[in-house]
Nanobody, 128 residues
Framework: QVQLVESGGGLVQAGGSLRLSCVDS????????MGWFRQTPGKEREFVAA????????YYTDSVKGRFTIARDDAKNTVYLQMNSLKPEDTAIYYC?????????????????????WGQGTQVTVSS
């Protein structure tokens, strides 16, 4: 069973940094593809970043490329999202997700329906 718990959100000024963490309490973490999504009120949940098995491939939405970095530590069952140069438009609830099915290409990892398990979310607020 996959259970995801995010942490690391908070309030930060524009230009600042935060690192989100997501711990998976299950026993299959190393085989899972992991993703980060975010959502603001009244909008659909949107893809932010994803990472495949052993970190072989990473994917990002265009708006965060060069600012955000996704990484994983399989020994700790943890996936991270390092967020630098934060902007007010990055304000959202950030969700961690796990894909246990086959498929590790961009087309299999950039939509909500591509994932099987979700965390409860962590709030990120960037002030101007």
């Amino acid at each position: 069973q996959v259970q995801l718990v995010e942490s690391g959100g908070g309030l930060v000024q524009a230009g600042g940094s935060l690192r989100l963490s997501c711990v998976d309490s299950g026993r299959t973490f190393s085989r899972n593809k992991m993703g980060w999504f975010r959502q603001t009120p009244g909008k659909e949940r949107e893809f932010v970043a994803a990472i495949t098995w052993a970190g072989a491939n990473t994917y990002y939405t265009d708006s965060v490329k060069g600012r955000f970095t996704i990484a994983r530590d399989d020994a700790k069952n943890t996936v991270y999202l390092q967020m630098n140069s934060l902007k007010p438009e990055d304000t959202a609830i950030y969700y961690c997700a796990a894909r246990t099915r086959n498929g590790d290409t961009w087309s299999s990892l950039n939509e909500v329906g591509d994932y099987d398990y979700w965390g409860q979310g962590t709030q990120v607020t960037v002030s101007s």
